[in-house]
Structure formats: C-alpha cells, structure tokens
C-alpha cells in the first residue's frame, strides 16, 4: 500500500501518550493552496504540539461608525419619522431673528454653522443634535493568532523532530516559485510565487481507552475552545538562544529553540459559525487515524517518530 505523502510530527515526543491519556493539545495541519479562498489542497503535514502559554485568547472585533443624520435616516426607512423629529425649521428662524436683531455683525455670522452654534450654546445652553446613530460596516479585519513554543529537546530523535518541525513550518509559511506548464524555472528566472501553505488550528483532547474497545472514548476536538478558521501564516521567528546564552548539544543540535507563528485567517467569523456535533465525531475519527499512522509509520523520509 501506498504511503501517503502527510508527514506527521509531534512534539514533546511523549505527547502521543499524553494524548491517550486525555491530555489537551493543538494540532496544525497544513494544505496546499492555489488561492485565498480554495480549500481543497493536499494536506501536506500534521503537527501535534502541547498548548502554549498565551495561546488560549481570542479576539474577535466590528466595526461601527457614527453617522450624523443616521436616526433620522433610519427613522425614515423604518416609516416613523415625525415632524417633531424633522422640522426644525421654526426653531432656526426664532433664533437667526434674535442674533439679526443685534447687530450687522451678526448678519455674517449666520452663514456660519459653527458662529450659529456657539450663539445657541452661549445664549440658550442648547447643543444641535445631530441625531447620531452608530451605524455598522462590517468585521474589523481578519482575526490574528499567536502561538509561541519552547523547544527543550532531551535525546537525539526529539531534536530531530524538533528540527523537522521548524523545517515544515518555514516551508508552510514561504512561497514556491512556479513558472508556465511544463517549463523549468529557477528563482530568478521564475515569474510567479504559488501561495504558501493554508492551516487548520484545532484545540485537541485526546482520550482514555476503556474496557476492551479498540479507540480511545472522548477523543477529539476540544469544543469549549473557541474554533479558529483556515488560516495562513504572516509571520515565523525562530531564535536558537532565547535566554541569551548560545548553548548547543555535541551533534550541534540547539539546547533551547523558541518558535512564535503569527497566523491570520483568511474567512470572516460569521453568526452560528459553531462546529456541529456531526463535524467533532468526523474530526474524532481523523485525529484517531492521525495517531495510529504516526506510531505505525517507520520511515524517517515521510516524519515519523524514530
């Protein structure tokens, strides 16, 4: 049987016992793109990695804008508009009569909004109303993630991992350089990039095997998390001496790596976007499949755990 070309990383190395344990988890799967919107790619690889600090806040924002004239605009389009609330014609008038009544000077200040009402705050401690309403304009951008991770390798494989996962996530996160149908390109002469990689982040708790059954019962995606859609990667810094002391194992492998992924989604958040129970039982099933591939998996070539 054909191997499947996902390769499958997780780190710590004990997180796949974890796991069965019912210990929590993020899980990055990552696809190929063709364009912001498509999400049919090939999923390329599967990342298994415990929760960072700092990693469990989500923001989500709207935009509104006042808008002077929008109540009674609004009044209008919903047929209740009165002539309490539209005709301030009389008003003015008594007032524009009181000021000409003054003096010449006042006659230019009239044809000046602003003269007129400062008069108006000044002699009756009146204000305009504007009749301001809040009007909205739609979400407030696409939602950011950050996720930073500690790499604290404690054997050669684990470093290896650890290398392989830094590798995966920087190709994820870079374009390819693509040329026309058959044609051989390099960097230079290539005239175009190929949209990096698309992510699914899903918040994962992983399950406890009971009695004699063959799958681990509770398994699945966390649903009192909040549900992050198909992102992309912006932004990835990797720092091999985050304490400031440069330090490296005798293979060269770094003693202590950190991670950050800054991610974007590329959909809007939109009303009853909640995940169905249907959808966990599926997402479940795959996440099953995910593990006993990686423990099953031999071949360094494709990711799996030595």
Known sequence: ???????????????GNEAKQGHHYVLFNSYESKNAVEKKGLMKSSIALYIPTGALTITT?????DVPGGATMAATAAGIASTDLLNFSGFWEKSKRIMQGGADVATGMLSKPEAVQNFMSSAFGLAKNNHIALAYKGPAGFRQ???TFQFFPKSKPEANDV??????FHN???PRTVGQTGETVTRITAPYFSSPRQYEIKFMKGGKREGGTDGYVGAGRN???YELKRSVITSMTINHDPDSVVSFHEDGSPVHSSMTLQFQEIEYVTSGDAVDAKFNKEIAKMEQER?????R?????IGGNP
């Open 1 to 15: 049987m054909a191997q499947s070309p996902t390769k499958y990383w997780s780190y710590p190395k004990s997180l």
């Open 291 to 295: 593990i006993e591939l990686e423990s």
């Open 145 to 147: 993630h950050a996720f």
């Open 61 to 65: 924002g709207q935009t509104y804008q």
């Open 163 to 168: 290398n392989e996962i830094i590798k995966d």
């Open 297 to 301: 998996s031999k071949d360094p070539t």
């Open 172 to 174: 994820g996160s870079t």
């Open 223 to 225: 649903n009192y998390l």
